[in-house]
């Protein structure tokens, strides 16, 4: 019984570390991309942690709608419900995001907050990107090429 709960705070300990790290590469790539000024990571980090988190808790609350409805996909009650806080959760969402994006440009401006609509997904891609170059895949590669057809030999040598 020991053993396996310390297996099993390790594996909440390790998974913890993988978020820090994760919002930590996460920050970084938007202070590069965004090329902020001390004065301005003093007033915008603050603003994100507190947008970060709230996105958290959306992703939670839709999670558990989800796993609510997967529980009882033939309950049409739970399902109307289900759709109904989704649809509720993204309108939240999108109130958030507008908040933040206005919050953010007495900070950074108009021309970053353009840009920082877009980081997100530029650090998806980067971040995938950098673990197939890790695993040997290179960008764009999804491992290794076809082989010619018919094994590259000119028709007139095929048999």
Same mark, same amino acid.
């Given at each position: 019984?020991?053993?396996?709960?310390?297996?099993?705070?390790?594996?909440?300990?390790?998974?913890?570390?993988?978020?820090?790290?994760?919002?930590?590469?996460?920050?970084?790539?938007?202070?590069?991309?965004?090329?902020?000024?001390?004065?301005?990571?003093?007033?915008?980090?603050?603003?994100?942690?507190?947008?970060?988190?709230?996105? *958290?808790?959306?992703?939670?609350?839709?999670?558990?709608?989800?796993? *609510?409805?997967?529980?009882?996909?033939?309950?049409?009650?739970?399902?109307?419900?289900?759709?109904?806080?989704?649809?509720?959760?993204?309108?939240?969402?999108?109130?958030?995001?507008?908040?933040?994006?206005?919050?953010?440009?007495?900070?950074?401006?108009?021309?970053?907050?353009?840009?920082?609509?877009?980081?997100?997904?530029?650090?998806?891609?980067?971040?995938?990107?950098?673990?197939?170059?890790?695993?040997?895949?290179?960008?764009?590669?999804?491992?290794?090429?076809?082989?010619?057809?018919?094994?590259?030999?000119?028709?007139?040598?095929?048999?």
């Amino acid at each position: 019984m020991l053993i396996i709960i310390l297996a099993q705070s390790t594996l909440v300990a390790n998974a913890q570390r993988g978020q820090e790290k994760m919002s930590e590469l996460r920050k970084n790539f938007v202070k590069e991309q965004l090329a902020l000024t001390p004065d301005e990571e003093k007033k915008f980090w603050p603003l994100y942690d507190q947008y970060e988190a709230k996105r *958290k808790d959306f992703r939670q609350a839709m999670k558990t709608v989800i796993d *609510k409805a997967e529980a009882s996909p033939a309950d049409e009650k739970v399902v109307i419900e289900s759709i109904d806080a989704v649809t509720k959760i993204r309108k939240e969402e999108a109130d958030l995001d507008a908040k933040y994006f206005k919050d953010s440009m007495p900070i950074i401006g108009a021309e970053r907050v353009g840009k920082l609509t877009r980081l997100e997904e530029e650090f998806r891609r980067t971040l995938m990107e950098k673990l197939k170059d890790k695993r040997g895949g290179g960008p764009g590669q999804h491992g290794p090429p076809p082989p010619p057809p018919h094994g590259g030999r000119p028709p007139h040598e095929r048999e």
